[in-house]
């Protein structure tokens, strides 16, 4: 191997060691910025509209999985969440934000406020509006009638915030 070959080789390594070490800094932000975009796209004011359809949902993962996808889209464009998309956005929030507990088996949400964590202090209040409403807050299980009362349309999530 001759020195050029080896210093290519260096600077590539390094340059992969600078990459793995921004991302690991930066993850609190981005998974901040991820949720305040989504605050933002599901507050909106009385009248205007949301540039956000949820659509028909089957199942409370795919609600949750919709939220976070439509947080990181682009504005102005719908969301198109497919099955895969669904579990590997779910799988991301679990990743990334350990405040917010998506128990896939028995689609149940936790929110765990007395859970630390080491790197997001966030958690997600919700409120939702729908036929018996009000609903506690935060909903800390979600029976199968009200998973499907979602997907039916019944409910829909009104305000998000961090707290």
């Known amino acids: 191997m001759n ?11 390094g340059a992969g060691l600078a990459a793995f070490l921004l991302f690991r800094t930066d993850e609190e932000g981005e998974v901040r910025s991820v949720l305040t975009r989504l605050v933002a796209c599901v507050n909106k004011e009385p009248g205007e509209q949301s540039y956000v359809q949820m659509g028909k949902l089957r199942t409370l993962e795919e609600l949750v999985a919709w939220q976070i996808t439509a947080a990181v889209a682009p504005e102005g464009e719908p969301v198109v969440l497919e099955r895969e998309d669904a579990v590997r956005a779910v799988g991301a929030a679990r990743a990334a934000c350990s405040r917010l507990e998506v128990a896939l088996s028995d689609m149940r949400i936790e929110l765990n406020p007395d859970k630390e964590s080491a790197q997001v202090t966030a958690r997600i209040a919700w409120t939702f509006e729908g036929p018996d409403f009000p609903l506690p807050r935060p909903p800390a299980a979600c029976s199968a009638q009200f998973v499907k009362d ?5 409910w829909k999530l009104s305000r998000i915030s961090l707290q």
């Open 150 to 154: 979602i997907a039916d349309g019944r």
């Open 3 to 13: 020195r050029r070959g080896f210093l290519a080789i260096l600077c590539a390594a």
